[in-house]
Nanobody, 116 residues
Framework: QVQLVESGGGLVQAGGSLRLSCAASRSIFSINTMGWYRQAPGKQRELVARITSGGSTNYADSVKGRFAISRDNANKNTVYLQMNNLKPEDTAVYYC?????????WGQGTQVTVSS
């Protein structure tokens, strides 16, 4: 099992930045893939970014060049999502996800609201 706790959401103006954190209950280097997803009202949950245990990353087209996923190599339990040049369409609840053999695990989500 993996427990995930997100933090760092909030209200920001368009063009601003936020950094989300996801604290896992065990080393993220033992987890196949860590990811960030988001869900806007009335829409399906979508992948934003993910990083494998080997360090490979991939991003949704809508956030490429603006968002960056990274791991805390010292802490080994935390994954970050740096979000720059935020747009109103980035408004959503952001969820941390861990993919392990026993299945996917989710955090409780953190709200990000971008005002125009």
């Amino acid at each position: 099992q993996v427990q995930l706790v997100e933090s760092g959401g909030g209200l920001v103006q368009a063009g601003g930045s936020l950094r989300l954190s996801c604290a896992a209950s065990r080393s993220i280097f033992s987890i196949n893939t860590m990811g960030w997803y988001r869900q806007a009202p009335g829409k399906q949950r979508e992948l934003v970014a993910r990083i494998t245990s080997g360090g490979s990353t991939n991003y949704a087209d809508s956030v490429k060049g603006r968002f960056a996923i990274s791991r805390d190599n010292a802490n080994k339990n935390t994954v970050y999502l740096q979000m720059n040049n935020l747009k109103p369409e980035d408004t959503a609840v952001y969820y941390c996800n861990a993919q392990v053999i026993t299945g996917p695990y989710w955090g409780q989500g953190t709200q990000v609201t971008v005002s125009s």
